[in-house]
């Protein structure tokens, strides 16, 4: 399986081709094709801006047009924000990633244009392609900078090939509470709420009671969390006992 080829056509900036190799690499992706830069090739600007991702700028390809640049592709996507009086199949990255993946899973090779960052791709460059991605971005303002689009269409191709949890909870250093601890913890909050007078009225209190076990199991506390609290109801009391013993007249 041979993975798309993002081909960067007559950009103007190195910087901005640096940032689309360092966009790729962070997804995964390392084949690069640059056509007629303006500013030559290789370009200092590209490679300091990659920061680290220079894997990618090493291998590109340079070539003099976008004929030559697809010319092994069996398959070209044009990113354009605008129309340009042809007749194409518009998709959005999502949509585009997904054509893609299953070309490629076919063994076809497929390749994505972008154009320079002034004027976008011209219908000269579109008509190399089969497919136009649009992002769908605000219709008042709808430039993209080069680095960017990259980002956008890379990170849908690694989204779309690895398995990742919609939510998970970072641990530092520290597991989950069990629920023993959680039901001890439960236990310590209400005598020391009994003790301060919390639970009234009297015909009241086990439904307070039970609503306050239901926080503690809802909340998903670390083993850390539930000490930290233990430790601060333990203050408290101690606190409120030194008060005490200072305030009664006859300590």
Not at 101 to 119: D, I, N, Q, W, Y
Request: include cysteine; charged fraction near 25%.
């Amino acid at each position: 399986m041979i993975d798309p080829v993002f081909i960067l056509v007559r950009p103007q900036m190195g910087e901005n081709i640096g940032g689309a190799a360092r966009a790729m690499l962070n997804f995964g992706l390392d084949r690069m094709r640059i056509v007629d830069p303006r500013d030559g090739w290789p370009n200092p600007r590209a490679a300091a801006t990659a920061s680290g991702a220079g894997v990618v700028l090493d291998r590109a390809g340079l070539f003099p047009d976008v004929a030559g640049a697809v010319a092994d592709c069996d398959f070209v996507f044009a990113t354009t924000a605008r129309g340009r009086e042809l007749v194409k199949e518009i998709v959005t990255p999502e949509r585009a990633m997904a054509m893609a993946r299953a070309l490629v899973s076919e063994g076809k090779k497929v390749g994505f244009l972008f154009g320079p960052e002034r004027a976008g791709l011209e219908n000269e460059d579109l008509v190399h392609a089969n497919v136009i991605v649009t992002v769908p971005v605000n219709p008042e303002f709808y430039s993209l900078n080069l680095a960017q689009c990259a980002l956008l269409l890379a990170y849908e191709w690694r989204r779309q090939g690895v398995a990742v949890p919609e939510s998970v909870l970072g641990l530092a250093r520290t597991d989950m509470a069990t629920r023993v601890e959680v039901e001890r913890l439960g236990d310590h909050f209400e005598d020391r709420l009994e003790a301060a007078g919390f639970f009234f009225p009297p015909d009241k209190a086990p439904g307070m009671k039970i609503n306050l076990r239901n926080m503690w199991g809802r909340l998903g506390l670390t083993r850390a969390e539930v000490q930290t609290l233990h430790g601060m109801l333990r203050q408290i009391a101690w606190k409120l006992k030194r008060q005490g013993e200072t305030d009664d007249p006859e300590g």
